[in-house]
C-alpha cells in the first residue's frame, strides 16, 4: 500500500516509512492512497474469527510490501494475548436495538490500547529490521502516556519519555504510569502543568539537534498506525450483528477524530454502516460543525470527560480531505486559512456529504451524570464519562436511526471514579489483574521545568549505541 499526504506536496511512501515518520513533511497528515475493498462474501468469511484474526484480515493490505504475513500475525496475537477479556471487544446489549462495545480491557483500560499495542510492536519490527531505535517523547494529561507506556515498554528499539504535570494527573493515571518496571521507560513528573509539559516537548522536537542526536518520535493520533488499528473493532461489531446483511450505526465519543474516523475508514472498506454518531462534550467543535458546515475554534473548557476536552481535532484533516476531492492544495488552502482565522466553512454540498454518515451531538456534564445514573438503574451497567456521552448521544438522536446502534465504551469506569462517584454513588472498583495498582512501587522522575534539565536526562538515560 502506498500513502499520500492530505496536503498534496509530501513524498508518497510505503506504510513503514508512515509509520516512522508520523506527520508528513508539509504538514499533512497521512492516508491510503486508496482504500481496500472487502466483498459481502468477505465479511461472511469473517463471521468465525477471533479478534486477533480478524485484525489480520483487515490490516493485512495496508502493510503490504512492508510487513509480511507471518510478522504481522505475531504482532496482533502478541498485542492482544494479555486483554483481560477473551473476546477482547466484548458487544452488551443494553436496550431494544442498543448495544455497547467495551474497548476498556487492555493493559491501561482505555480504547487507546487497542491501536497503542499494535503501533509499539510495529515500531519495534520495523526499527530492528533497518537496524534503527527512536526515542519516543510525550507529553500527557493522563489516557495516551499510559496506554504509550505500556505498548513501548521492554521493547528493544525503543526508549520512552513521558511528562506529566507533577501533582496534576489522577491518582490512578499516575500510578499506571509510574508502576511499569521496565528499563526503557521513563516517567517525568514535570514542575508545572499540563501546558508546560506540552510546551516543553514542543521545545525538545524544535531543537533539530538534539532531535536528530536522539532520534525523536511521538505516537500521537496524527500516526496512520494509530488509526489503523482500530478499524477492526467496526468490522467485529458490524459483523456480529448482521454485516454484511444488515446495516449498522455507531455512536462514538469523539475528541481528536481519530477513533470515529476509523469508523469511516470500515465504511469506506465495505462494512455497510448507516451512521457514525459523533459524541461531544461542551467541547463541541465537531457537533456544531455537523450541523453547520462551519468549523469555529473556541477556548477549551475542562469537563467531566478530559480525554474529549480538545479545540481542534487534528484527525478531521484526513476527512476534509475526501470531502475535498482529495485536493491537497484545497486542504492546505483551507486549513492554513483556519490556523489565520479562526474558522473555515465547507460548501453545502460537501456539508451534504458529511451529513450522509455523521451528525454530531453535545452533551454537558450534567447530562452525563444523569446518563451514568440512568444506565445504572436501566442496566446495572457502570459507565464512564466518555462512555455515557456515547450512549447519551445514541439516545438523543435515536429517532433517526432504525439500524442496531453500537456505542463505543471509550474507558472503564474506574479510570474516573470521581465523575461516577458522583453520579452512582459508587466508587468502581479496579479489574483483578490491577487491584494491587494503588500498592506497587512507584518509579518517577520530579524534573524542574527547565529544557536543559529535561535534555540532559534524556540523554544521560537513553540506550545510545546498544546493540543495533
Ligand atoms: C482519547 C479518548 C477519547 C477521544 O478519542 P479521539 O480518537 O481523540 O476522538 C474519548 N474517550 C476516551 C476515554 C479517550 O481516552
Known sequence: MKYISTRGSAPTLNFDDVLVTGLARDGGLYVPMEWPQFSPADLRRFRNLSYAELAVEVMRPFVEG????????????????????????PLKQLDQGLWMMELFHGPTLAFKDYAMQVLGRLFDHVLQQRGERITIVGATSGDTGSAAIEACRDRDAIDIFILFPNNRVSPVQQRQMTTVDAANVHAIALDGHFDDCQDMVKGLFNDLAFRDKMQLSAVNSINWARIMPQITYYFAAAIALGAPDRPVAFSVPSGNFGNVFSGYAAAQMGVPISQLLVGANRNDILARFMTSGTMQMRGVEPSLSPSMDIQVSSNFERLLFDLLDRDGGAVARTLTDFRQTGHFSVSQ???????????GHAVDDATTLARIKATAAATGEIIDPHTAI?????????????DPLVSLACAHPAKFP?????????????PARLADLMERPERLTVLANDSDVVKAFIEEHVTTGGTL
Open 418 to 430: 470521581d465523575a461516577v462517584h458522583q453520579a452512582s454513588g459508587h466508587y468502581p472498583a479496579l
Open 66 to 89: 512492508s510487513i509480511d504475513d507471518a510478522s504481522l500475525e505475531a504482532i496482533v496475537k502478541g498485542a492482544y494475548q494479555d486483554f483481560g477479556h477473551p473476546a477482547v471487544a
Open 390 to 402: 456515547g450512549i447519551e448521544t445514541a439516545v438523543a438522536l435515536a429517532a433517526n436511526i432504525t
Open 349 to 359: 454540498g460537501q456539508l451534504a456529504r458529511a451529513k450522509e454518515t455523521f451528525q
